[in-house]
């Protein structure tokens, strides 16, 4: 299963959207790199929160969400790519960002946040980027 070791990681100016996640040290493939924390909630409050714009709501289970919106929870300056250099895996009981190929030290970290409508668009650069931040599934 993926090697679990400190990741030392910084958070930064991003060319995809604002501030980004990028990696202060080389990374091997599947490498668990950091885990995705923050408060547990209900899929009530989950609707609630994104409706006034919470952009940090990470789908957990068919209970539960986390609301990732914490301090404590430097995953959070991960950005969508539709060509991503991660996969996010849930274990029983957290996320953990995976490395899904070798990574250079300065790398900006991203995953395919898997949003199931057009409703964002994307920005990532990559060179089959679909416009929106979705799925490949719906492309």
Known sequence: KGRIMKVRVQVGKSRIAGQGLFTLQDIQKDTRIIRYVGERISKAESTKRIAEGNVYIFTFSGQYDIDGNVLSNTARYINHSCDPNCITELTRRSI?????????????????????????RCHCGASHCCGYILDEYYW
Do not use: C, P, S
């Open 96 to 120: 953990w960002v995976i490395a899904l190929r070798d990574m250079q030290v300065g790398e900006e970290l991203t995953f395919n946040y898997r949003y199931d409508e057009k409703k964002h």
